[in-house]
């Protein structure tokens, strides 16, 4: 069968999925992976016909496209501020809503100019600590993770990428210790309550790891009071929490840290939505 009429055929049988434009892309992507041709080269060798292996890959790929499987997890790689990240079921897909709250850490390190040590919290693939070593080589960065499945991945990336980073494996709701002292800690927290499951596309709850992902109805907020907890005593003079929040939780978050003795801000995402806060202690 040649490339072309694979691709007539899997939108049939993708089409109950998927919207059209949505599909349209997942499968230009899907074939560029496993031909190795881009969408221009795709349209030139529409009649060639793929071999036994490419035929193998395709039809395992088109399993699990129809089981709601993300067309990252089947690639192996998404891509995050320009730069191409191994994902696997161990870690969260890198979102361009986090591209924004590194975007706000890069703004804040330039007018501070001097070299910082970071500590980014819940790494996953590293793509947080991974894209903030790029971008601002002089400063040292720490990543720490629960999941040794995810430090895995978070390593393979920085190697690849050749970013050097401490990578440590803590569960952040038992740690009471911290090696260092840090001027800025992010992190991209679990703060979705499990309540939210049910209303949750199956591309998400049903691939990527829902220890990254959901907290208890009881208490959303639990890594935002531990890691300001922390922060207190591991935030160096002048110090900064950014994270990465649920747009519903910014009226809660904020009267949090001020509670907790801090100064916060919100930053809406791209949608409009309250996405980002950066957090100081009062002085």
């Known amino acids: 069968m040649s490339l072309q009429a694979l691709k007539l055929d899997f939108k049939k049988q993708l089409a109950d999925v998927y919207e059209s434009i949505e599909l349209n892309s997942l499968l230009a992507i899907l074939f560029e992976h496993v031909t190795g041709w881009n969408q221009l080269q795709q349209a030139i060798n529409k009649d060639a016909e793929l071999n036994e292996k490419q035929n193998a890959q395709l039809l395992e790929a088109l399993d699990a496209l129809k ?3 993300p067309i990252q997890y089947i690639t192996g790689k998404a891509w995050f501020m320009g730069n191409e990240f191994k994902v696997d079921e161990n870690v969260l897909i890198p979102r361009p809503e ?3 709250l590194v975007d706000w850490i890069i ?7 001097k070299p910082l040590q970071i500590l980014d919290i819940g790494s996953g693939s590293g793509c947080i600590p991974i894209a903030l070593k790029l ?3 002089n400063c040292m960065i720490a990543g720490l993770d629960i999941s040794e499945g995810a430090l895995k ?3 393979q990336n920085a190697s690849h990428l050749n970013a050097d980073i401490s990578w440590m494996q803590e569960d952040i709701l038992n740690t009471t210790y911290l090696p260092n002292q840090f001027d800025i800690i992010v992190s991209n927290p679990p703060y979705i309550p499990f309540k939210e499951n049910v209303n949750m596309q199956v591309q998400v709850k049903n691939f990527e790891p829902a220890i990254a992902l959901f907290v208890t109805n009881e208490d959303p907020l639990i890594f935002y009071r531990t890691i300001a907890r922390l922060g207190k005593q591991y935030l160096s003079s002048n110090g900064q929490l950014f994270f990465e929040m649920h747009y519903d939780q910014g009226k809660a978050l904020l009267a949090l840290f001020d509670e907790m ?3 916060a801000e919100l930053r809406q995402d791209m949608f409009g939505k309250d996405r980002i806060l950066r957090a100081s202690l009062k002085k």
């Not at 703004?107 to 100019?113: L, N």
């Open 67 to 69: 089981k709601g499987m």
């Open 98 to 100: 986090t591209e924004e």
């Open 107 to 113: 703004e804040y390190a330039h007018i501070i100019d």
């Open 135 to 137: 971008a601002l080589p």
């Open 153 to 155: 991945i978070a390593k």
């Open 261 to 263: 003795g801090y100064h």
